[in-house]
């Protein structure tokens, strides 16, 4: 490891940035350095103007992908090296105004019905009946089960932030009757044992690309023609509960939105929202119209 790279890692730490944000930011500035084969300290701020013109406009990267270039060069520049360019003052991250895709309470049965495994089945299952992120499910310990109060206590979440989820009873029993398949002490879902080993030996839990894997197989063993990811499951288990009447603001502290904002785009995704408010204005203009 470099001097720079260990620099900049250390820098992160001090700032709490979760090891995934550190890893995306410091592939950022490698990427950046494969580019002009070259130290990135040794980066002019107009090459870096090139380069960023190379990313939107010949390489047209995703918005998620030129962001997190933007903010990880702009960490190394203005923290690591202490060079506050004017340049990171005019990029700015192209905007997108776009809505995630939702399935529909039956797709998500008929999905979920077609994962062949029982630890993707069963991971993919809590993930849905309680609208986690991937990376929370995957990691899941037997000590944020609160079998009293059927909540899951969510542990240093997107933005190193803990919340509680309502766990219901169906998914607690999936957990216990999943979990007596393996009984590990620590994790949910343990990474897979090898033949000569017992599952108490394994020390992690499994890794989130073979649940991604199951999920893809599953949506397209399905026929649903939709551009559905395991995020897909938080989006529409939000989505549903707002159908189902449940309060906005009541969903927005389950899914850990700092921002009401954030949360209020599920009412573009529900069409029995729009059929309330349909009726509630016709009510309103009985007698006036």
């Not at 809590?126 to 944020?144: D, T």
């Amino acid at each position: 490891m470099t001097l720079l790279r260990r620099r900049m890692i250390e820098d992160m730490q001090l700032r709490a940035f979760s090891r995934k944000t550190q890893e995306a930011y410091v592939h950022a500035v490698q990427q950046l350095a494969l580019y002009y084969n070259r130290s990135p300290d040794q980066i002019s701020e107009e090459e870096l103007r090139q380069y960023f013109l190379y990313l939107r406009n010949e390489k047209g990267v995703a918005r998620s992908t030129f962001t997190i270039a933007l903010y990880g060069i702009k960490f190394f520049y203005e923290i690591t090296l202490q060079r506050t360019w004017p340049l990171f003052e005019l990029v700015r991250p192209p905007k997108q105004q776009t809505l995630p895709v939702v399935l529909s309470v039956e797709e998500v049965r008929q999905v979920l019905s077609l994962v062949r495994l029982p630890r993707y089945r069963t991971c993919l299952s809590v993930i849905y009946a309680c609208g986690l992120r991937l990376q929370e499910g995957v990691n899941l310990k037997v000590s944020q089960i609160d079998t009293a109060r059927s909540q899951l206590h969510i542990q240093h979440g997107k933005g190193n932030k803990d919340r509680y989820v309502p766990l219901p009873m169906r998914a607690l029993t999936l957990l216990r009757t999943y979990w007596l398949t393996h009984r590990h002490p620590i994790w949910l879902f343990p990474a897979a044992w090898p033949m000569d080993g017992t599952p108490q030996q394994v020390s992690a839990p499994m890794i989130v690309d073979g649940v991604q894997r199951a999920f893809r197989a599953a949506v397209e063993e399905s026929g649903i023609h939709k551009h559905a990811t395991v995020h897909t499951l938080r989006h529409s288990w939000a989505t549903h509960l707002l159908e189902a009447g449940v309060n906005l603001r009541v969903i927005q502290v389950w899914l850990g939105h700092s921002s009401p904002t954030t949360t209020a785009r599920y009412t573009h995704l529900t069409r029995k929202a729009e059929e309330l408010a349909i009726a509630a204005i016709d009510r309103l203009l009985e007698g006036l119209l």
